[in-house]
């Protein structure tokens, strides 16, 4: 599905461990909580809308909240910076993923020039090579400024803002044997550079940021717990002049071993860094949402692709599914993305059907664009898994009012789940179990063989679809209802239960629940969850 880059979202975050958001960025993100749907599909007065995400403790500490929202930045005050993308490196699988991260990186620096942004390359130690060129001069043509707080040729970790960072670099982070060392000397030729943009190192670029009058930064390129922090230009340094940055997460790499703590695969540990910087420092966008295309991913990455759909406006969904991609992530090996509404009927991150193994779907009456609402009625009739809770069963059911420009799907509920949905108990509160004839089902394996209770309603569902297999039923005010229950769907596998009240999510045996349903759903047996 493409559209043109006024309909493309960036994800953004908001900041904890103390970071304050400047009050550009906060009066950005208030205008878009109150936007209609209408503006998402809008030049919005030519301003790029980001769609960002971010990590945040609680004052009582414990689980990190995951954080979605969205901001509109004025392209003419917003620059995106290319960190150290050079044409070689000592480590050799490091130059091998620059090389393929670049052409899609070239890409997006095309869509963000095209509306505007300034482009600013910044391949740190090799300034000798574009001695004369045009581009290089706009950088060292910027006066000196004074800033109030001090520059830093290199922002060290900063133990009173950031814990430790999540993976050990010790070693230098490469696993290959010593080689012969290897001086880069330029920029990636894969990397365009154009006229219009600048080319730069060190202060020089705080100064052309100054100059420019530029709010926004856009940052990207490696390796993100070395150089994209800590560069003169990289982003500790931006944050602490004031500048509202932007990660572009999957636009980076880091320099990691896996033989080191914590003996995660490669790509996992970029995403413990990129987590990093989104609790301690700031949000981060994808690159997709500009470009309209699922999010970059290194050939090496075959980890399957879970997505959520969330846009429940009454169960805690946008929260809760978050936090279980997370743990999706860190115990089972999985690569997970959020297709996130935000309560509203536009969708922010559609294109990652395209890529996804699962999808599992939490959203309650919910009318969308036609062209989005098409893009999961195609996901389905490939025959691809759904895994759908609770208010799935009237996800796409408006009761026949849907807003102007969109459009329901009320057959949802009985064409693709099977199901029957009809209302609830009055009552909360609710004993579930497994039938005892399907205790050895794979999506029930592991589960208590006794009933425990559910602090939901119970859902009025029966009877459902003959070609469904019920595996648990639900008892409350006197009614017996099918709680769980699979099917196929044109040929992919289908789950749905009606479980999924904020409480359900503190069971374990809920939680295992929908880990085994998803690795069923993706025809996958459950892997030893990493502890």
């Not at 599909?41 to 995400?53: H, V």
């Not at 990590?55 to 969205?70: C, D, F, M, N, V």
């Not at 990660?247 to 413990?272: F, I, K, Q, W």
Request: hydrophobic share 40%; net charge negative; with cysteine.
């Amino acid at each position: 599905m493409k559209t043109t880059l006024s309909t493309k979202r960036f994800w953004l975050l908001g900041i904890a461990g103390g970071l304050v958001l400047s009050g550009a960025f906060l009066s950005f993100a208030q205008e878009a909580q109150n936007l209609p749907a209408e503006a998402f599909r809008s030049e919005r007065a030519g301003k790029l809308a980001l769609f960002t995400r971010w990590r945040a403790a609680s004052p009582e500490g414990g689980q990190l909240s995951i954080l979605y929202k969205t901001v509109f930045w004025d392209p003419a005050k917003t620059a995106a910076i290319v960190c150290d993308m050079w044409d070689n490196h000592h480590c050799p699988s490091a130059a091998r993923r620059v090389n393929e991260m670049a052409p899609r990186m070239n890409r997006l620096l095309h869509a963000l020039r095209n509306q505007g942004v300034l482009i600013i390359h910044a391949p740190s130690d090799t300034m000798k090579f574009y001695e004369g060129w045009p581009q290089r001069q706009l950088a060292l043509a910027a006066p000196k400024v004074d800033t109030q707080v001090p520059l830093l040729r290199w922002c060290k970790l900063d133990p009173e803002r950031e814990g430790p960072l999540p993976i050990d670099d010790s070693d230098g982070g490469c696993p290959e044997p010593d080689e012969p060392k290897i001086v880069w000397t330029r920029q990636n030729e894969l990397l365009e550079i154009l006229p219009q943009d600048a080319i730069g190192d060190g202060f020089e670029i705080i100064y052309l940021l100054k100059q420019r009058g530029i709010e926004n930064v856009l940052i990207m390129g490696v390796h993100t717990n070395m150089c994209v922090l800590g560069r003169p230009f990289g982003i500790r340094q931006l944050v602490r002049q004031g500048f509202n940055v932007l990660l572009v997460r999957d636009m980076t790499d880091s320099m990691y071993n896996p033989a080191r703590p914590p003996y995660v695969r490669h790509v996992r540990g970029t995403e413990l860094v990129i987590e990093h910087i989104e609790r301690y420092w700031c949000p981060t966008v994808s690159s997709g949402d500009i470009l309209g295309e699922p999010a970059f991913r290194f050939p090496e990455d075959d980890r399957p692709h879970v997505t959520f759909l969330v846009s429940d406006d009454h169960y805690q969904a946008d929260k809760l599914l978050p936090q279980f991609a997370q743990e999706l992530s860190d115990r089972y090996d999985c690569y997970t993305s959020v297709i996130h509404g935000q309560g509203k009927n536009y969708l922010w991150g559609i294109e990652e059907l395209a890529a996804a193994d699962c999808l599992v779907l939490y959203v309650r009456r919910l009318a969308l664009t036609k062209e989005q609402l098409d893009a999961i009625r195609a996901y389905l009739a490939a025959g691809k898994p759904l895994v759908a809770l609770r208010t799935a069963s009237h996800a796409f059911d408006v009761r026949g009012e849907p807003p102007a420009g969109c459009a329901e799907w009320p057959e949802f509920d009985p064409e693709v789940l099977g199901g029957n949905y009809k209302g609830h108990t009055m009552t909360g509160g609710s004993l579930v179990y497994v039938v005892p004839e399907q205790s050895q089902h794979p999506v029930v394996a592991g589960l208590p063989t006794e009933p425990w209770r559910s602090e939901g309603t119970l859902y009025l569902a029966s009877p459902v679809r003959e070609d469904a297999t019920i595996l648990m039923l639900g008892e409350a005010a006197g009614r017996k209802e099918p709680v769980t229950w699979v099917r196929t769907y044109q040929g992919g596998r289908v789950f749905y239960t009606s479980l999924g009240h904020p409480k359900d999510f503190e069971s374990p045996a809920f939680r295992q629940l929908l880990i085994n349903a998803i690795f069923w759903a993706m025809n996958r047996p459950v892997p030893q969850p990493r502890q």
